[in-house]
């Protein structure tokens, strides 16, 4: 049935819609039923514009068409009268979801084209009937689009000749009747639809497998004739790239539907520009009109619009109007803008920003527009894209590096050994690991594009390549690209979008601070990073790794010259020659977060990592240290465990070698002293890490404890510090109560707890993941988003028995799921103080827990 009016209430109120609706300013219509192209086309329709008779055939309707139940065309044709021209449209419930190309000038056969001759001119009439051949031909009859070629102007010969090609290659004369054109129209249109790769391509951007797909018919405003102006255009009112004011667009006479952009010629400018002519000074009154729907569009549809419109005969339609393209930057400019101007309320403003839109303007990004070579994929790792030439160590990308040359450091996977390299790599890509390995968490601490994983490659070290999967061998010194993002690895250097960080982002991050409800830390291990947190103000720091701190500069020479200590006071005295490094490390870090928080984990590596694993390191080390080689060998087995993971590390080492976690709170506390006397005041923060039992609490806090004492008495000056325990092991959860009695805050490492939890390397899980998540193993990688089922019940549970042991103990998470909206979602619901992630991942969580936040007051 076609809907002439807004119909029965009852209709609308059961949420039922007609199959075939005319667009009024009345109908039933939503962009569930009919998609967004034929909602806007209403709302255009309520503020008055100057639409052209549309007809909408919602989901439902199409689906039929599909399956070869065809609506009335007698009724859909009712509304354009006698010898109707139109067009069709898709109309999908979101734009980016795409869908089959418009056909125009539906309609057109060989008495319409006698007719049209008086009109418009045989010239334009000739050259509608043509496009329409041509378009019907390859969009609707499926043919070869390789026979039906036609000039820009193409004339009544090439009419026929189209006309007989048709015929040829269909085995039938083109149809004549309007409404079979009609007809094999919408029904080529709704199969395409449902096509495989048409389903692919928008289930990839997101769209549910089932979305559905809405038709619009409408009347064509020709843009073609000989009385007065006739043309078509675009406009927008704001920039794609930067979301700034600005009038884009182009107009081009005798024209239909986009025709004037791109690269045509006779296209001319909107507004006066003194490289041509232009519309503005071509039909001064019909721009201003266009001018006036920016303000209208703002204020009623809430949004930036690209409107599309045709001139026939000196009278303006507007055809269709969809928001406008627009770059993560500009999203965000335009979100801002409308709230600033009051279109929207701020809370809109941050609920329309996706937090993947922040990490695109934080990070350079392949230019959407530019050509990619893929040669391998791996895991997204750290977002962000960069270009360099390939290096298979950290020696060569320092080397690259002092050359001016930016590199990319290859790896099987990375140890500590490579960190100076990462420093000055433009990009890292692994063969193993996964989103929580070394590469990972050191890349997205640094902001350095990560891609690990990426198992289907082969790495050559000796030789100096490395294999892609298709056969292609890239050597060293050769440029690759590394995208981050996406987790692709492309050959050469394809254009690159710098980052941009203006204005707009503050500002809407600044409104996040004031809807989100709870902290938001950063997890930063040496200055510089402390550096970025600050610049996302970060609320302080939720984890620093102090073990990072030991690679910097000469410091891996004092580890191992300490780890070939003898006894007790040598590794003393070797410490003591670290102390005022760390000092000083501690005491910039305090000056840089300037009184906010900052929770230091104690020494955490496994002290193998210190060492060198192949003979050329070896003898190195034994000529550093004037040892025989066979006792650097020796040692280096000595220190080598089945699974370093589980193994000498966290406060197993502060047990056996209490030495070092001494040295460090002693470098702690006399930082805090030294940032005291510059007026920065700061409580530190100790944490523990891999507690598993009470008593490792008990007997590293009284050690602490003493180590802060004696720097009060040695100083004269008092201070504060809080000491707590970082939960990795599932015991640890279970043993909360006991635990909290004796820390002051439980922060929960999820990267060590869901590894512990599954059972699973988080190294090398990166092998199998895809394949478990494919076939519903797992939802997801359980590294990648946190397991709020299994991991999370460890963590509900270790919060609550904490709780009972320690009213006030505060909680938090500080693995690598803690910036993502899952991990901050379940921590609001748990009643967690704060979560900690990686800098540059800080702006993204802000505006995940206001956007978590809001929802829940929707909600309500």
Not at 189 to 206: D, H, I, P
Request: proline share 5%; hydrophobic share 45%.
């Amino acid at each position: 049935m076609l809907r002439l009016n807004n119909g029965n209430a009852a209709v609308q109120k059961h949420n039922t819609f007609d199959d075939v609706t005319l667009i009024t300013p009345t109908a039933a219509m939503s962009p569930a039923a009919h998609g967004n192209r034929a909602k806007c086309l209403q709302r255009l329709i309520r503020l008055d514009m100057p639409v052209p008779t549309t007809v909408a055939l919602s989901f439902d309707a199409v689906r039929k068409v599909a399956a070869g139940e065809m609506p009335d065309m007698a009724q859909i044709l009712a509304p354009f009268g006698d010898l109707p021209l139109l067009s069709v449209r898709p109309s999908s419930q979101s734009l980016d979801w795409g869908g089959p190309a418009a056909v125009l000038n539906i309609g057109m056969n060989d008495q319409r084209l006698e007719a049209m001759k008086d009109e418009v001119g045989e010239a334009a009439a000739i050259a509608l009937y043509a496009r329409f051949v041509h378009s019907y031909a390859i969009e609707v009859a499926r043919l070869e689009p390789e026979v039906f070629t036609l000039p820009a102007k193409p004339t009544m010969a090439d009419l026929t000749s189209a006309l007989e090609t048709y015929e040829f290659e269909a085995d039938e004369p083109f149809p004549q009747d309007p409404a079979q054109q009609l007809s094999d129209v919408l029904r080529s249109m709704a199969r395409a639809w449902g096509g495989t790769s048409a389903r692919l391509l928008r289930e990839a951007k997101g769209a549910p497998a089932n979305a559905g797909l809405g038709l619009v018919v409408q009347k064509m405003a020709l843009g073609v004739g000989s009385s007065g102006e006739c043309g078509s255009g675009v406009i927008q009112y704001v920039d794609s790239e930067t979301g700034l004011p600005m009038v884009k667009g182009r107009y081009l006479g005798q024209s239909q539907g986009r025709a004037a952009l791109g690269d045509v010629e006779g296209a001319i400018y909107l507004t006066k520009d003194p490289r041509g002519s232009s519309l503005e000074e071509l039909c001064p009154e019909i721009f201003a009109e266009l001018l006036s729907y920016h303000d209208i569009c703002c204020r009623r549809l809430k949004e930036e619009m690209e409107v599309s419109f045709t001139i026939e005969n000196d009278h303006l339609n507007v055809l269709d109007a969809i928001t406008v393209k627009r770059s993560s930057r500009a999203a965000v400019q335009i979100a801002v803008s409308l709230a600033e101007n009051e279109f929207i309320p701020r809370e809109e403003a941050v609920m329309r920003i996706a937090p993947a839109a922040l990490s695109e303007m934080l990070h350079r990004q392949i230019d959407p527009e530019a050509e990619r070579d893929v040669i391998v994929r791996g895991i997204p790792a750290s977002p962000g894209a960069a270009t360099g030439r390939i290096v298979f160590s950290a020696q060569e990308a320092q080397a690259s590096a002092a050359r001016g040359e930016p590199c990319i450091l290859v790896r099987r996977e990375t140890t500590p050994d490579d960190i100076r390299g990462m420093h000055v790599a433009q990009a890292v890509l692994t063969v193993r690991g996964g989103v929580t390995s070394h590469a990972a968490v050191i890349g997205r601490g640094l902001g350095l594009p990560c891609v690990v994983g990426a198992s289907d490659l082969t790495v050559h070290r000796k030789r100096g390549s490395m294999t892609c999967p298709n056969g292609r061998v890239f050597k060293k010194g050769e440029t690759i690209t590394v995208d981050g993002t996406t987790g692709e690895i492309l050959a050469g250097s394809p254009k690159m979008m710098e980052a941009a960080l203006d204005g707009g982002f503050q500002t809407l991050l600044a409104w996040a601070d004031e809807f989100r409800d709870i902290g938001v830390r950063a997890n930063a291990d040496t200055v510089a990073d402390a550096t970025t947190a600050e610049m996302f103000a970060a609320e302080g720091v939720g984890l620093c790794r102090t073990e990072h701190m030991f690679f910097e500069g000469d410091r891996i020479g004092l580890m191992q010259e300490m780890i070939f200590a003898e006894t007790e006071e040598d590794r003393r005295a070797v410490l003591e020659r670290l102390l005022p490094l760390l000092r000083a490390d501690f005491t910039a870090l305090f000056k840089i977060m300037d009184g906010k928080p900052v929770c230091m984990r104690l020494f955490d590596m496994p002290l193998h990592e210190f060492l060198p694993f192949d003979k050329a390191g070896q003898r190195d080390l034994a000529a550093q240290l004037g040892l025989p080689l066979p006792n650097v060998v020796d040692r280096v087995q000595a220190l080598s465990e089945y699974n370093p993971m589980l193994g000498m590390r966290g406060i197993r080492q502060g047990i056996a070698l209490p030495e070092i976690y001494e040295m460090q709170a002693r470098a702690i506390f006399e930082a805090a002293v030294a940032a005291a006397k510059d007026g920065v005041v700061i409580a530190p923060e100790i944490m523990i890490p891999l507690i598993s039992a009470m008593k490792e609490v008990e007997l590293m806090k009284a050690r602490i404890d003493a180590v802060a004492v004696a720097v009060q008495a040695e100083t004269k000056t008092d201070f504060d510090f809080k000491l707590g325990v970082m939960v990795e092991t599932p015991r640890a959860a279970l043993r909360a109560e006991d635990i909290a009695q004796h820390a002051q805050f439980l922060s929960f490492g999820t990267n060590d707890l869901t590894q512990m939890t599954y059972g699973l390397s988080r190294d090398d899980a990166g092998r199998f993941m895809s394949a478990y998540v494919q076939q519903g193993v797992y939802e997801e990688d359980p590294f990648h988003t946190l397991d709020t089922e299994g991991v999370g019940e460890l963590l509900s549970i270790g919060a609550a028995r904490g709780r009972q042991g320690r009213p006030d103990v505060v909680l938090s998470i500080c693995g690598e799921h803690g910036g993502s909206a899952a991990a901050i979602a379940f921590c609001r619901r748990e009643a967690f103080d704060y979560v900690s992630c990686s800098p540059f991942r800080v702006p993204l969580a802000r505006l995940s827990a206001a956007q978590i936040a809001l929802a829940e007051r929707i909600q309500r």
